[in-house]
């Protein structure tokens, strides 16, 4: 019993120091500027996106190269509802909706999060029959169509406004209450209280770190509940996850629209954080990139995924300054600047952290039931 | 009548084009069950590095005919390609081998990425005008459709090099060793084939059909870039996963349709949908087609695995 409680105490010791932290990080590293907040939300918003898509690759085995669209989708969600554009181009919009349409970011999350997950669906059920790479291609022609439409869907009718993308985005906020009078709180200024200045990155920051702490709570929970076993049992052997009784149908289709909702949610924090989006936003790259950052820290292990997104998403923000430094432009001639560096760098971490750990920088203990189709 | 022509024309030139490159990833696909992201990077490395040495040769050694210097600097990359994938294939994928399936594609990824870059620092990023070699004057057919030389030597060459990879697979010993190797490197391997050496050749055929693709390519379009590999990369990869990925004959069939409906697609679909679609959606034709093909026929065209060992 005296084991139990000591292991309880250096659970709970290990929650409150890391809570601890991670509220403070901010606040420290606002202090040296808020660049390094900004790296911060970003990293957070990637942790979120490779969330949903490890429920997809890591639990239910399943491949998907298209993940950005969903996060497409929940951006321009976003977008549209709470940016002058839609009033602009449409005047029977604009005569509906006098003001603009200012929608409350508490209904466009799950609004977001719902269109992502029908699409999710709607992207599996063609492909149920697929299995690996197959699956694999479809996802990323998925992915390319979506990214296509938002480039070219200006005309005849400007929805998206093409590559020039939706800029006039209003920022979250938070705790408005219209009836009472009560202004609530701007994410996209800065807050004073007695004194000390919280700035806008700031501000997002604690949004995106609840958003963040509440989905690895449902990723945790679906991993120990059937629906988890069940897409696990799919992952190593589909077939016999059929003869046992899975309906392999459904929970694939559960996989795909519950990963799709993470990338929804991200995403219409995505276009609030930015105040604008456009497609080159969701690129191809950026789907591999998602992949990468779940493969790298360990397929189907939380804390692992949660470590590739970080890595991956701060690493090349933190080099590039750190070649901003060293004015690596000169020194090279111009031939290596930080852009450029950076990309060197993360090809380089992809393929040497791949093959001194194969399985991830921290994959699950558990050994042989981890990944999908593993070595026959 | 002669759009039609016309576009049947640049299908088949672009879809020859696409085949080549399909061939690269279905080989090493149907040998090694990787997806080699990295091979439309082979093709850019390929037309880059030919581009450099036209430069170079065009000073050096002036009033060589064109279609020598072609064929010259054609091979010389072919030889540079050809390294630089059996190096690629012997550093980052061989080591994966027996890992799990992700890790040798996200080094693929990763090696892709990492061409880009370098060929971006070794040629800088801007597009290089790409040097017309042959005649430029078009040759009528029909009332108003054209074809260009250089088109007539991409099908032309497109034609030979299957030619000669069908015989090399079919009639050789190195492509006997390369179908049991695909069949089952064990057992290819208790028949006195080293399979390593096989996969290594794989690779090289591949590197050279995308390098010879790459300078078609760039001689088509008349620039070189260090991104141009990524769209015609996967298009190529869906040509293979449509004809049935794996199967030669299958990626030949795959680019080739899939030049075809490309071209047709972007020069008809303005007046299908009374314009609202216009011929900027040409990119999407390939994937809806893909998508549409394999909810039909889950293993392609010619696919003939079934969609479990995939």
Known sequence: MASTDASRRDRFLVIAFSTFGLLILPLVLQSAGNFWVRIADTALLYVLLALGLNIVVGYAGLLDLGYVAFFAIGAYMYGLMASPHLSEHFPWFAALFPHGLHTSVWLVIPLGAAVAGIFGVLLGAPTLKLRGDYLAIVTLGFGEIIRVFMNNLEAPINITNGPRGLDQIEPVTLFRFDWFGIPGINLGKRLEIGGYTLSSVTLYYYLFLALVVLSVIICHRLELSRIGRAWMAIREDEIAAKAMGINTRNMKLLAFGMGATFGGVSGVMFAAFQTFVSPESFSLMESVMIVAMVVLGGLGHLPGVILGAVLLAAMPEVLRWVAGVWDLQRLTDGRLDASILRQLLIALAMIIIMLLRPRGLWPTPEHGKSLPSGAK | ?310
């Open chain 2, 1 to 310: 009548m002669d759009v039609l022509l016309q576009q049947i024309i640049n299908g088949l030139v672009l879809g020859s084009m696409y085949a080549l490159v399909a061939l690269g990833y279905t080989m090493v696909y149907g040998i090694i069950n990787l997806i080699n992201f990295a091979h439309g990077e082979v093709l850019m490395v390929g037309a880059l590095v030919s581009w450099a040495l036209i430069g170079w040769m065009q000073e050096h050694a002036p009033g060589l005919p064109g279609w020598v210097l072609l064929l010259f600097v054609t091979l010389v990359a072919c030889v540079v390609t050809s390294a630089l994938n059996y190096t690629i294939e012997k550093l980052a994928y061989r080591p994966l081998r027996n890992s799990p399936k992700l890790a040798p594609l996200i080094t693929a990824i990763g090696v892709s990425l990492l061409l880009q870059t370098l060929a971006m620092i070794v040629f800088k990023p801007n597009y290089k005008p790409y040097p017309a070699l042959l005649p430029t004057d078009a040759i009528a057919i029909g009332e108003s459709a054209v074809i260009t030389p250089t088109q007539i030597m991409v099908l032309v060459v497109t034609a030979v090099s299957l030619v000669s990879l069908m015989y090399l697979v079919n009639y050789t010993r190195l492509g006997r060793a390369m179908r049991a190797t695909a069949e089952s490197p064990r057992v290819a391997a208790l028949m006195g084939v080293r399979p390593d050496t096989v996969i290594s050749a794989t690779f090289v055929i591949g590197a050279i059909l995308a390098t010879i693709a790459g300078v078609m390519y760039a001689s088509n379009y008349g620039s070189a870039h260090h991104t141009m590999g990524v769209l015609p990369g996967l298009k190529a990869f869906t040509a293979a996963v449509f004809g049935g990925i794996g199967n030669l004959a299958g990626a030949v069939v795959g680019g080739i349709l899939l030049g075809l409906i490309e071209a047709i697609g972007s020069g008809y679909i303005g007046d299908l949908t009374g314009g609202v679609l216009g011929s900027n959606y040409a990119d999407i034709f390939a994937f809806v087609v893909l998508i549409v093909m394999l909810t039909l026929r889950p293993s392609g065209l010619l696919g003939e695995r079934v969609a479990d060992r995939a």
